[in-house]
């Protein structure tokens, strides 16, 4: 599965951005869709991730509350809505895909497809 994502920006502190994560194959919806970030110097952070019908979500403890991962099958298409934004929260933020159907994995190594990345910068 080709996965693009999009949405990042730059925002305030407080404020709100969505991403999406849009994948072209008519299998998406055995996919496990998972969003990780990576800042600079920083190790690659599982931030949200959702299985194949949207009842599992798990999210990365930084930004439980503030985060919500949703899925539209029919559009093959994942959403980030984040909420709350702080400075930490500036990254480069990756979606991945990997045929999980039921789990919810958090380690990337279990990610098979990745999309382009889509910079966030939260200001203080």
């Known amino acids: 599965v080709h996965l693009v994502d999009s949405g990042g920006g730059v925002v305030r502190a407080g404020g709100s951005l969505n991403l999406s994560c849009v994948g072209t194959?008519?299998?998406?919806?055995?996919?496990?869709i998972a969003w990780f970030r990576q800042a600079p110097g920083k190790e690659r952070e599982f931030v949200a991730g959702?299985?194949?019908?949207?009842?599992?979500?798990d999210y990365g403890i930084s930004v439980k509350g503030r985060f919500t991962i949703s899925r539209d099958n029919a559009r093959s298409t994942v959403y980030l809505q984040m909420d709350s934004l702080r400075p930490e929260d500036t990254a480069v933020y990756y979606c991945?895909?990997?045929?999980?159907?039921?789990?919810?994995?958090?380690?990337?190594?279990?990610?098979?497809?990745w999309g382009q990345g889509t910079q966030v910068t939260v200001s203080s």
């Open positions: 194959k008519r299998t998406f919806i055995d996919y496990t």
């Open positions: 959702i299985n194949w019908n949207g009842v599992k979500t």
């Open positions: 991945a895909a990997a045929p999980l159907f039921e789990i919810v994995e958090k380690e990337s190594d279990e990610y098979e497809h």
